[in-house]
C-alpha cells in the first residue's frame, strides 16, 4: 500500500469515528423525547381518527379539540396517579417494573373499558351550580378549560416527581372556570370544604391502618420465636381479611358503574369472600412455608402473591373510577355540541371510552416509571409485608370512607399509607425495640438522610396536595378568559 492510500485510510477512519460519535451523541441527546414523541403521536392520532369520524365542520373542531386534551389529560393520569397502585409492588420486588407496568396498563385499560361507566356526572360532582354554566358556549369552554388546566398541573407534579390528586385537579379546573364564568357565588363552598377536609383525612386514615396492620405483623409474626409457624396462622387471615377487603372495595367504587350494590350488601359480599379466602389460604400457605428457614427473608415470599394481586385489583378499580377524570369533560362537552344544551349528566360514547382507556395505559407505560420508582423506593423503604400494608389499608380506607360518606383521594390514601408504614418503623424501632437511631456526631443533612421515611419528599409531597386546587383553579380560571377572548 502506497504512503498516499496509507494516510487515505486513516483520514476515512477519522472521520467515521467522528461519525459515529455524533451518532451516539444524537441517540443520548434523543432519547429523552422519544416518550414525549409518541405521546405527541397518541394525541394527533386521536384527532385526526376523532376528525374522521365526525368532520370538520366549526362545531367537530371543538370535539376534536376537546378529544386531545382528554387524550392528553388520560396520559397525565396514567403518568402519575397509577404509580400509587403499582409502586409499593415494585419497591418491595414483588414485581420488576416491565411487569408492573405490563399488569396495570392491562388491568387500568379493563377497568375503564368494562366498568368505566356509562353515564358521568358533567358539572363535576355539585361543585358548581349547573344553572351558573348553563349557557352552551360557557358551558363548553368551561369544561375544556378545566380539563387542560388538570391536565397541565398533573403534568408539572409528574415532572417534578409529586403524586397528586388527579380528582383535585379536575375538580379544581371545574371550580377556577366556574369561578371565572358566574363569580365566586356559583361554586359549592361546603362541597369544597368537604375536599380540603380531605386533604388531611385521606392520608391520615391510609396511614393509621398501614400502621396497625404493620404493628400487627411485627408483633404477631416477625417478633415470635417460631415466625414460619405464627405465619402459618397469620398470613392465611391477612389474605382473607385483604380478599374481603377488595370485594367490598371492587363491589363499592369498581363495579358501581355496572350493577349498583348497597353497602351493606357489598359488605357481607366481603365478609364471605374473606372467610372462604381464609380456609382455602391455610393449606396453601402450609405447603408453601415447608423447609423455609426460620428469618424475615422467608416471610417476604409468603406475601409476594397476595401484594401482587392487590396492586392489579386496585389497576382495576382505579380504571373504572378515574378515567372519568379524563373523559367526563369530553363526553359532556360532545353532548353539548350535539344536543346544544347542557346537562348535569351525559352518556359516555364507546370511542370517548376509548380514549381514556387507552390514554391511561400509554401515559403509565411512557412516564410512569418515574412516580413509580418514587413512590415504591424512595420515600421510604419496602418489602412484601409493609407493601401488602399500604394495599390494604388503601382499601379499607376507601370502604370506611364511603361508609361515612366523606371524598376522598386514592393518591393521599396510598402515599399517606406509606408515610404512616415508615414512621410506625421509626417509632417502633426507637421507641420499642429500645435501637439507638439517634446519631448526634454527623451533620444534619446526613441525618436526616438516615431516617427511615425521608423528609424532603414528605414536604414537597404536602405542598403538591395543598397547592393542586387552587393552581388548577387559576390555570383554568385563565384558560377559560382567554378561549373565550378567541371565540369572540
Not at 180 to 189: C, H, L, P, Q, Y
Not at 194 to 223: E, H, T
Amino acid at each position: 500500500m502506497s504512503n498516499f492510500e496509507e494516510k487515505s485510510w486513516k483520514t476515512l477512519n477519522k472521520d467515521l469515528d467522528r461519525i459515529s460519535a455524533m451518532e451516539q451523541a444524537v441517540a443520548y441527546t434523543s432519547r429523552p423525547l422519544v416518550a414525549p414523541g409518541l405521546a405527541l403521536a397518541f394525541m394527533a392520532i386521536t384527532g385526526l381518527a376523532v376528525a374522521a369520524f365526525i368532520g370538520f365542520e366549526p362545531l367537530g373542531l371543538v370535539v376534536i379539540a376537546a378529544a386531545i386534551i382528554g387524550a392528553y389529560m388520560a396520559i397525565n393520569i396514567g403518568a402519575n396517579d397509577v404509580a400509587n397502585n403499582m409502586g409499593p409492588a415494585v419497591g418491595a420486588r414483588a414485581l420488576t417494573i416491565g411487569t408492573a407496568l405490563i399488569v396495570a396498563a392491562l388491568c387500568e385499560t379493563a377497568g375503564a373499558l368494562i366498568a368505566g361507566g356509562d353515564v358521568v356526572g358533567t358539572v363535576s360532582r355539585g361543585i358548581i351550580a349547573p344553572e351558573s354554566v348553563a349557557e352552551t358556549q360557557v358551558f363548553i369552554w368551561a369544561m375544556m378549560a378545566a380539563l387542560l388546566a388538570g391536565a397541565l398541573w398533573i403534568n408539572l407534579a409528574t415532572w417534578v416527581g409529586a403524586p397528586v390528586s388527579t380528582t383535585h385537579s379536575i375538580v379544581g379546573g371545574v371550580m377556577g372556570a366556574g369561578i371565572a364564568a358566574a363569580g365566586f357565588a356559583a361554586v359549592n363552598w361546603p362541597m369544597m370544604g368537604r375536599i380540603a377536609a380531605s386533604w388531611v383525612i385521606s392520608p391520615v386514615l391510609g396511614g393509621i391502618f398501614a400502621a396497625f396492620f404493620l404493628a400487627i405483623i411485627k408483633s404477631r409474626i416477625i417478633y415470635r420465636p417460631n415466625m414460619i409457624e405464627a405465619a402459618r396462622y397469620w398470613v392465611p387471615i391477612l389474605i382473607g381479611i385483604m380478599g374481603g377487603c377488595f370485594a367490598t372495595y371492587l363491589s363499592l367504587k369498581g363495579l358501581d358503574k355496572l350493577i349498583k350494590i348497597p353497602f351493606g350488601t357489598a359488605v357481607l359480599i366481603g365478609l364471605g369472600v374473606g372467610v372462604v379466602l381464609t380456609f382455602a389460604m391455610r393449606p396453601v400457605i402450609r405447603r408453601q412455608s415447608e423447609g423455609m428457614e426460620n428469618r424475615k427473608k422467608s416471610l417476604k415470599i409468603l406475601f409476594n402473591i397476595p401484594l401482587i394481586f392487590s396492586a392489579a385489583l386496585l389497576s382495576f378499580a382505579h380504571g373504572a373510577n378515574d378515567v372519568a377524570n379524563a373523559i367526563g369533560p369530553v363526553a359532556a362537552i360532545v353532548h353539548a355540541v350535539q344536543a346544544g344544551d347542557a346537562s348535569d349528566a351525559v352518556g359516555i360514547p364507546l370511542w370517548v371510552m376509548l380514549i381514556g382507556g387507552i390514554g391511561l395505559s400509554i401515559g403509565l407505560l411512557l412516564f410512569g416509571p418515574k412516580l413509580i420508582n418514587i413512590v415504591g423506593s424512595e420515600i421510604t423503604r419496602l418489602n412484601a409485608m409493609r407493601a401488602y400494608c399500604v394495599a390494604l389499608a388503601a382499601a379499607i380506607t376507601v370502604i370506611f370512607a364511603s361508609w361515612l360518606g366523606l371524598p376522598v383521594s386514592s393518591t393521599h390514601i396510598a402515599i399517606g399509607a406509606i408515610f404512616g408504614v415508615g414512621f410506625f418503623r421509626e417509632w417502633y424501632h426507637e421507641r420499642i425495640l429500645k435501637e439507638k437511631r439517634v446519631d448526634t456526631t454527623s451533620p444534619v443533612e446526613v441525618r436526616k438522610r438516615k431516617k427511615v421515611v425521608r423528609r424532603a419528599h414528605f414536604v414537597t409531597i404536602l405542598a403538591a396536595w395543598v397547592v393542586t386546587v387552587p393552581t388548577a383553579a387559576l390555570l383554568s380560571a385563565m384558560l377559560f378568559y382567554i378561549m373565550n377572548l378567541i371565540a369572540l
